[in-house]
């Protein structure tokens, strides 16, 4: 009985929610009084049944106005509105890839199509291009019906660009044969505009506005095409794509190279070293600088392969220079992602063995982000190095977090003021300031200053004044070939 009653108050409750109607809703309260009242007769219990019969009819036909409103009446696929409310969640959508992509579809010369053939025929030729593109797209790609002979297809698993150019080419080739209705044969092609569009970078309307110019470059183009929506974001994709295709083999196909930039005594002005310095030329991409390509490699993980091979080679090259006569020190930067591998320190030993390289000749620039992530770890992994007699310096010091006080800490042998400080040293006494107490606070703890990006001579003078010890910068000479670097060693470094 129990159970009646809950059922009883819970479908009224229910109907309640459906009705507007004040006399219905007047009897609902009465029968409620009914139940509370435990006076369930007969009569409440047919009441009760043809609610649920109602409730159940409703809900069948929501479902029907859910997909009304969802879906294209003739195609049976999803709708502008649908596609609006989908782009406008993937917009603001943190999760997945950072992009999607969304492609215009435009059939060629429908309207000669409808003008020529009717109406209906027209009709026709769109659930047929509808149940083409079903079967074509695959299905992770949602296919949605825009207004007349347009259709849309958002697809969010982007992995590499060429995917795009597939599933474009895929769409295309799917319409070569004629489509036969009746006795009649016809030849539908169709003109894509291609979007990849980063999530939250505009609004959903230009998201569409832009497939569909990239849509208008296809028909301008000779239709049966597929054109892309540049702008820079996208470039940028591209590039980082292609960086990402090409990398893998940037060794194996030689393509990469070391320059060396000069490291000058601030007193002397003799060469006292250099810092290797990656450069990677490729066929398809030309030269991509190492701020592009380093931190996909660090992604990737060919960081690994790639600074062990900028290791072995400076090396190599360090220790003919000291063969022949030059004894300057070979400073590498080396990823943090390398630096907190358990065995680096065992192979920077090996690969100084191999190239028969004076440890004292080696020194390693590593930067903050090493300290931060584990600082006890860092601090070890620096004595074994320095136990070895290799060379440690503190990258890019003063864009961080890193006070001096903090260094006392580790164990290092220099550090390396960053270029955006030295920029500022001649235009502002404060930046003069807060440099002159760094390199004092430095010398107190038994660092050596080095100052790199001096690119005038106020700058090396002001530097020199206030006791830096080595400098680094396109003011001595830019990043060059080993050829180059033999030529000025030979001309100016005296032999030691
Ligand atoms: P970094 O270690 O701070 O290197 C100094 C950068 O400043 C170099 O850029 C150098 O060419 C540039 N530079 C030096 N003097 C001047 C100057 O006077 N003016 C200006 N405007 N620039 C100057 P580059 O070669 O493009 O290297 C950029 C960054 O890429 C490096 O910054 C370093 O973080 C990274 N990198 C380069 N080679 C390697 C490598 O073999 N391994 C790793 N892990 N990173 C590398
Ligand atoms: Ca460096
Ligand atoms: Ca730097």
Redesign the pocket.
């Known amino acids: 009985m129990i159970m009646i009653f809950i059922f009883l108050i819970s479908s009224v409750v229910f109907f309640a929610m459906y009705l507007n109607n004040k006399k219905k809703y007047k009897a609902i309260l009465l029968l409620n009084k009914n139940c509370e009242k435990n006076e369930a007769s007969n009569y409440d219990r047919f009441l009760a049944e043809e609610l649920e019969r109602q409730c159940n009819e409703l809900a069948e036909k929501d479902k029907k106005i859910q997909f009304l409103l969802y879906h294209d009446n003739l195609t049976k696929l999803y709708n502008n509105t649908y596609l609006m409310e989908k782009l406008e969640e993937l917009n603001s959508s943190k999760d997945g890839t950072e992009e999607f992509v969304l492609f215009f579809i435009n059939i060629d010369n429908f309207k000669n199509v409808n003008a020529v053939h009717g109406y209906d025929y027209g009709d026709k030729i769109l659930l047929l291009v509808s149940e083409v593109l079903k079967i074509v797209l695959p299905p992770d790609c949602v296919l949605c019906k825009w207004h007349g002979d347009e259709f849309f297809i958002i697809w969010e698993n982007l992995k590499h660009s060429e995917e795009v150019n597939v599933i474009a080419e895929g769409v295309i080739d799917s319409f070569s044969k004629p489509f036969e209705i009746g006795e009649k044969q016809i030849y539908i092609t169709i003109s894509i505009g291609i979007n990849i569009y980063i999530k939250g970078s505009c609004k959903v309307n230009d998201i569409v506005k832009n497939a569909e110019m990239a849509m208008f470059k296809s028909k301008k183009n000779g239709r049966n095409k597929y054109s892309f929506y540049e702008n820079e974001l996208q470039d940028n994709f591209f590039r980082k794509n292609n960086i990402r295709k090409y990398i893998g083999n940037s060794i194996y196909n030689n393509e990469m190279y ?2 060396y ?1 000069p490291q000058y005594d601030l007193v002397s002005r003799n060469i006292i070293g250099y ?5 990677w030329n490729n066929e398809q991409i030309g030269q991509v ?3 592009e390509f ?1 931190p996909i ?2 992604e990737n993980g060919l ?1 690994f392969t ?2 062990n091979w ?1 290791l072995r080679n ?1 090396c190599i090259q360090n220790s003919k220079w000291i063969q022949q006569g030059f004894n300057n020190i070979m400073a ?4 943090a992602l ?1 630096f907190e591998q358990d065995n680096f320190v065992q192979i920077v030993k090996d690969v100084l063995e191999e190239t028969k390289l004076p440890a004292e000749f080696l020194e390693l ?1 590593i ?1 903050e982000t090493v300290l931060i992530k584990s600082l006890e770890k860092s601090i070890k992994t620096i004595r074994k190095l320095k136990k070895l007699n290799v060379k440690v310096s503190l ?2 010091f003063g864009t961080g977090y890193s006070s001096l006080n903090y260094l006392k800490r580790l164990p290092l042998d220099k550090v ?1 003021i ?2 955006t400080f ?1 920029d500022d040293i001649a235009l502002s006494q404060n930046s003069k300031s807060i440099l002159q107490s760094i390199v004092e606070l430095a010398h107190t703890i038994n660092l050596e200053v080095i100052a ?4 005038t001579n106020e700058q090396n003078k002001i530097l020199n004044e206030m006791n830096c010890d080595i400098g ?4 001595y000479s ?2 060059i070939s080993s050829i180059e670097v033999e030529k000025i060693l030979k001309n100016s470094c005296k032999y030691r």
């Open positions: 070391i320059n930039q810092e290797a310095l990656l450069r600088p190492p701020m380093i490699a660090e960081i790639l600074g900028v400076a590498v930067n080396i990823s390398q620039e930067t990258d890019d390396k960053d270029k030295i790199e990006g001096i690119e680094q910068g396109y003011y830019k990043p």
